[in-house]
Nanobody, 129 residues
Framework: QVQLVESGGGLVQAGGSLRLSCAAS????????MGWFRQAPGKEREFVAT???????????DYADSVKGRFTISRDNAKNTVYLQMNSLKPEDTAVYYC???????????????????WGQGTQVTVSS
């Protein structure tokens, strides 16, 4: 089992920044794919960003088109923590943000929530206009 705990959400004005953290514990692995998803009221959970192991010390990242150039996913395996740096935030970024972990093939992106095995409880991000 893997436990995930998100933190760092909050209220920010449009154009501002936030950094979300996801601390993993339990049977963690640096080979796990880690992802961020978000869910706004009345909408389905949607993919935001993911990082996957590419062999050795290489990791690759992929992003939803709506956040490319504004959000950055990173991971610190020594701390078992994944981050989501969010810049130039927009009101449409308002949602509950979830961290997820899953097993993937090397250099393979997981972009569907059904591909992930473990989830955090979520952290609220609210962007005011």
């Amino acid at each position: 089992q893997v436990q995930l705990v998100e933190s760092g959400g909050g209220l920010v004005q449009a154009g501002g920044s936030l950094r979300l953290s996801c601390a993993a514990s339990g049977r963690t692995s640096s080979n796990y794919a880690m992802g961020w998803f978000r869910q706004a009221p009345g909408k389905e959970r949607e993919f935001v960003a993911t990082t996957t192991w590419g062999g050795g010390r290489t990791y690759y990242a992929d992003y939803a088109d709506s956040v490319k150039g504004r959000f950055t996913i990173s991971r610190d395996n020594a701390k078992n923590t994944v981050y989501l740096q969010m810049n130039s935030l927009k009101p449409e970024d308002t949602a509950v943000y979830y961290c997820a972990a899953g097993v993937s093939r090397i250099a393979t992106f997981l972009v569907s929530p059904y591909e992930y095995d473990y989830w955090g409880q979520g952290t609220q991000v609210t962007v005011s206009s």
